[in-house]
């Protein structure tokens, strides 16, 4: 029982360095007058279309990847029940 903690607090340290690793890496592409900037744990950062940065759209697009998040983490944890790794 005491391993199974110890090895949970272990996953969720090392969860935890990887976010911050991916949150360093950053893409940036420019295609017909759209330039965009994504970070590596996929949130947008900057989102222009000819020159005007489209805050709204920007913050729409991470909202609805946030619930994409939390719905495939739901979806993960259930998986994971199954196999007996109860996180």
Known sequence: M???IKDLNNLRKTQGEIKKELEQIFV???KQGIEILVRGDKRVEKLEIDGVEQKALR???ND???DVDKKVEKQMRGHMADLGLNI
Do not use: Q, R, S
């Open 2 to 4: 005491f391993d199974k």
């Open 28 to 30: 940036e592409a420019t």
């Open 59 to 61: 913050d729409l697009i």
């Open 64 to 66: 609805t990847m946030k």
